[in-house]
């Protein structure tokens, strides 16, 4: 991998979890009544996603929609059968209870992504 493609990838990820963050951050201030400051997090959330998008195709991930549902179906895959299991295993022998259940919620939710992407790839073929 070139140190281009490296930075590549530091920067979407960076830029994608930019995104989240601020979007977290605006729903925070909308809570405390500072819309003005809501609007501007997610004013720059919309940026970061702008950017990652961008980082995204230089880095020629985004293929064919054939390959772009394999491609998902097996990273859904990836998270129900090692990734989620692992982390809901650690963090319940860490007795992390919120984050035992924020990824259960993502690990249920995984399956039924795996089986639509699965179903939409069939009907493609
Ligand atoms: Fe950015
Ligand atoms: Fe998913």
């Known amino acids: 991998m070139s140190k281009t493609d490296e930075n590549l990838r530091i920067a979407?990820?960076?830029?994608?979890?930019?995104?989240?963050?601020?979007?977290?951050?605006?729903?925070?201030?909308?809570?405390e009544g500072l819309m003005e400051i809501a609007q501007l997090f997610r004013e720059a959330a919309g940026a970061e996603t702008v950017h990652a998008l961008s980082h995204l195709q230089a880095m020629g991930v985004v293929r064919t929609t054939?390959?772009?549902?394999?491609?998902?179906?097996?990273?859904?895959?990836?998270?129900?059968?090692?990734?989620?299991?692992?982390?809901?295993?650690?963090?319940?022998?860490?007795?992390?209870?919120e984050a035992v259940k924020s990824f259960t919620m993502a690990f249920e939710r995984e399956k039924h992504h795996r089986t639509m992407f699965r179903k939409a790839l069939r009907r493609l073929k």
């Open 66 to 97: 054939l390959e772009n549902l394999e491609d998902a179906s097996e990273g859904e895959d990836l998270d129900i059968s090692s990734i989620y299991p692992k982390f809901i295993e650690e963090a319940r022998s860490e007795r992390r209870e």
């Open 12 to 31: 979407f990820a960076d830029e994608s979890q930019t995104n989240i963050e601020y979007l977290a951050y605006a729903h925070k201030a909308m809570d």
